[in-house]
């Protein structure tokens, strides 16, 4: 596992929820439109009907074919998400488990791993393990 993988964890879930709404919202597409009619009665007033419907027609093999791309893609990225945080569990290294799930799963800049790891200082500690660890681990 290298630093660039990695570093592609948090976008990776924020992509997978874009995802997810992008498919949810093409599930069904609300059509509306508006049609001039008159009463049924004299004197046969003419106004605005306002029709709704689901869209159904011509697009529906595009829309079909464009939902599996986007399914692909969110199952490639989830398979991924996977690798990378079993990766990240499987260290032995306690300490070391938890400064890359503070890097990499909540994105936190040095300085404030530092904190949550107690040190207080400008993370440089941190991050130099990090570095030394995914050198020696390639």
């Not at 011509?58 to 791309?69: D, F, G, N, P, V």
Request: overall charge negative; proline content about 1%.
């Amino acid at each position: 596992m290298n630093k660039e993988k990695l570093s592609q964890l948090y976008h990776l879930e924020k992509e997978i929820e874009w995802l997810k709404k992008q498919i949810d919202d093409m599930d069904y597409k609300i059509v509306t439109d508006s049609v001039k009619g008159s009463d049924t009665c004299f004197p046969y007033v003419q106004h605005t009907i306002t029709i709704k419907g689901i869209n159904y027609g011509e697009y529906e093999q595009k829309e079909a074919k464009l939902k599996r791309q986007l399914q692909r893609r969110l199952d490639e990225y989830m398979d991924t998400v996977a690798e990378i945080n079993g990766y990240i569990a499987s260290i032995e290294d306690s300490e070391m488990r938890q400064i890359l799930s503070l890097k990499y799963i909540n994105n936190l800049p040095w300085r404030q791993i530092s904190m949550h790891m107690g040190t207080c200082g400008d993370g440089s500690t941190e991050r130099k393990k990090h570095d030394r660890f995914l050198t020696e681990n390639l």
